[in-house]
Structures are given as structure tokens and as C-alpha cells.
């Protein structure tokens, strides 16, 4: 059964460290989705990638986030510098964009704490 | 601007019984609604959908009911069993750019939890 993969699952860090968490989604997918899910929140999302291009990063704090992907099998997502509010769990998500009634799989998450 | 919203934060049900999960959405562009579930320490995944062309649509114990004139829709389980205790997720997307929407791109509400008591 094919699966999105996410590493690290739990990062504990302190803030103004630099926080790089990877994303290896779905062979033959061609979008990919970061999200961040916090209590106030919900489900946010952060950035979409089609193709390996960045459609929409609307949702993402641009001095601090970024997002990449250096080729189809990885997926990157930083924070430099963390800060204690970048406290949550970050899914990456895959698709196919084209089919619309293939629905988006998620990964299991990154738990990322900021001290 | 919470354009997809689950107004019940939390919805106990006994076993047996039926689970009804509601989710209101803003914008009219929307024409493809999801239901992700969610365990703790997992990943959403895929429960079931439904396009704006229909107002039903059924998957074994689960329907999707969709309501366009009240731009609101809803999950039935039915019957519900304890290991349908979870976070429930509605999410919508649209075609086209219009909204700040983007195709395939998905907006969720934010969750309601369920518990199913035996």
C-alpha cells in the first residue's frame, strides 16, 4: 500500500534553531501539500506544489518558512529561526492533479516542538 | 475567514446509534467535498466525497449528504461502532482560481471529535 513518509515524526527543539522536515510523497503524484494543524487552527495550509512548481505558499510566514523540492521524491519544508508559536503537527500530503476524484494521502505528521 | 466551518467541536454517540457530523461552507465556488478521518498520531485519511452535482452520496455505513442552497453538508454513520471514534474533517475545494482557491487545492474545516461509547 502506497504511503506518503514523513522524518522526522517528533522533533523537539529549542527556539532560533534551524527545523528541516522532509517529505517523500507518493511515487507518481504530482502535487504535494504541507499543512499545519494546530488547536486554533485546524488544518492550515502552508504550501502546494504541482509538478515540482510552487503554486500557492500563501499560507506560509515567508521571513521564516520556506518550502521545497529538490525533485520529485523529496519534499522540504524549514524554519530558520523556530520560534515556540511554530509549535504543532506539520502533514505532508500527495495527490493527482487532473483526477479529481483521487483524493489527497496524507502523511503521519511531524510533531515539531519549539522550547 | 474560516471559509469551511464544523461548528460542534465534539459529538458523543452510543454504539449503534447514529452519528450525524455537520460542515457549513462560504464560499460558492466550492464544487468537491471531502471527509477525512483522523487517530491520534496518524495522518488524515480519505473517508468519503461527494461533487456538487449530487446530494448523496453512500459508502457502506457512511453518506454524505450535500445541501448547495444552504451551502451545508453532512456525514451519517450509521450504525456507529467504537472504532469510528476519531477527528472528523470536512474539506471543499473548487476549480479555477476564483476565491483564492486553487484546483486540487483543499480547505477543512476544523474538526469535530467523535466518541462512540460501547
Known amino acids: 500500500d502506497a504511503r506518503v513518509t514523513q522524518t522526522p515524526r517528533h522533533k523537539v527543539t529549542e527556539m532560533g534553531q534551524e527545523v528541516t522536515m522532509r517529505c517523500q510523497p507518493i511515487?507518481?503524484?504530482?502535487?504535494v501539500f504541507w499543512y499545519r494543524q494546530t488547536m486554533m487552527q485546524g488544518l492550515e495550509l502552508l504550501a502546494y506544489?504541482?509538478?515540482?512548481?510552487?503554486?500557492?505558499d500563501s499560507g506560509m510566514p515567508k521571513d521564516r518558512f520556506s518550502a521545497e523540492m529538490p525533485d520529485a521524491t523529496l519534499a522540504t519544508l524549514k524554519i530558520q529561526p523556530s520560534e515556540p508559536r511554530d509549535s504543532a503537527v506539520y502533514f505532508c500530503?500527495?495527490?493527482?492533479?487532473?483526477?479529481?476524484?483521487?483524493?489527497?494521502?496524507f502523511g503521519d505528521g511531524t510533531r515539531l516542538s519549539i522550547l | 475567514d474560516q471559509q469551511v466551518k464544523q461548528n460542534s467541536p465534539s459529538l458523543s454517540v452510543q454504539e449503534g446509534r447514529i452519528s450525524i457530523l455537520n460542515c457549513d461552507y462560504t464560499?460558492?465556488?466550492?464544487?468537491?467535498f471531502l471527509w477525512y478521518k483522523k487517530y491520534p498520531a496518524e495522518g488524515p485519511t480519505f473517508l468519503i466525497s461527494?461533487?456538487?452535482?449530487?446530494d448523496k452520496n453512500e459508502d457502506g455505513r457512511f453518506t454524505v449528504f450535500l445541501n448547495k442552497s444552504a451551502k451545508h453538508l453532512s456525514l451519517h454513520i450509521v450504525p456507529s461502532q467504537p472504532g469510528d471514534s476519531a477527528v472528523y474533517f470536512c474539506?471543499?475545494?473548487?476549480?479555477?482560481?476564483?476565491?483564492?482557491?486553487?484546483?486540487?487545492?483543499?480547505?477543512f474545516g476544523q474538526g469535530t471529535i467523535l466518541t462512540v461509547h460501547p
Open positions: 464560499n460558492s465556488m466550492f464544487d468537491y
Open positions: 461527494i461533487s456538487s452535482i449530487k
Open positions: 474539506a471543499a475545494s473548487a476549480l479555477g482560481n476564483a476565491g483564492g482557491t486553487s484546483y486540487g487545492k483543499l480547505t
Open positions: 511515487l507518481g503524484h504530482n502535487t
Open positions: 506544489f504541482r509538478n515540482r512548481a510552487p503554486l500557492d
Open positions: 500530503a500527495s495527490g493527482l492533479a487532473g483526477f479529481r476524484n483521487q483524493p489527497q494521502h
